[in-house]
């Protein structure tokens, strides 16, 4: 079964177990917070998933383009 989720979050963008991981909390209850909040306000936490996500996907592009001198 971990094997599955860790599957589904690396193809999806991985924004809630990213901040678990950072944060030291699990990841289903970032998930239940963040669903329970895009209730109440309506989905307005949605547009700030999306920019997070964003932000991973460019972080983590620069890090791979970057090399050093001796890696030819």
């Known amino acids: 079964m971990k094997r599955l989720q860790y599957f589904i979050e690396s193809q999806a963008f991985g924004v809630c ?3 678990g991981e ?14 329970y909040i895009s209730f ?5 936490p ?6 997070m996500a964003f932000w991973m996907n460019v972080s983590k592009h ?5 090399s ?3 890696d030819l």
């Open 17 to 19: 177990a990213m901040l």
């Open 22 to 35: 950072k944060l030291g909390i699990a990841s289903s209850s970032i998930r239940l917070s963040f669903i």
């Open 40 to 44: 109440f306000t309506l989905g307005s």
């Open 46 to 51: 949605v547009i700030l998933y999306f920019i």
């Open 62 to 66: 620069l890090r791979r383009e970057r």
């Open 68 to 70: 050093t001198v001796w």
